[in-house]
């Protein structure tokens, strides 16, 4: 994994890291919605929503869009494509299939293998 990509995955698990952000984005996974909606069923403050929603969105997992109608209004979302990345790194990067049995370096690893 190269330089950016562990920052951009720091970044990612970081803001995710917060259990406000967490319940936001775990919301939004159900669909677009408005700041009231979230800030009703979530009983957050509209400032510290506002907050929260410009982290998740700054590290890519969250976009936002106004209404075609009233421009007031702001609508946010699940980044559907960062989600389809997300998903496939970490069923990647999480596969028990990785894990390798390996000999130990310290001196247990010196000790002669046990016959089944």
């Not at 920052?7 to 677009?32: C, H, W, Y």
């Not at 800030?39 to 403050?45: C, D, F």
Request: aromatic share 8%.
């Amino acid at each position: 994994m190269n330089e950016e990509k562990l920052t951009q995955r720091t970044a990612v698990f970081k803001a995710l890291s917060d259990p406000n952000r967490l319940r936001i984005f775990a919301e939004l996974m159900a669909g677009d919605t408005c700041n009231c909606e979230l800030k009703e069923k979530l009983g957050l403050a509209a400032n510290l929503l506002s907050h929260h929603l410009k982290i998740l969105e700054s590290v890519g997992l969250v976009s936002s869009r106004r209404d075609v109608v009233d421009g007031r209004w702001i609508y946010y979302a699940a980044n559907r494509e960062a989600i389809i990345m997300w998903h496939d790194w970490l069923k990647t990067f999480f596969n028990p299939a990785r894990i390798k049995t390996r000999c130990l370096c310290g001196p247990e690893g010196q000790l002669p293998a046990e016959n089944p």
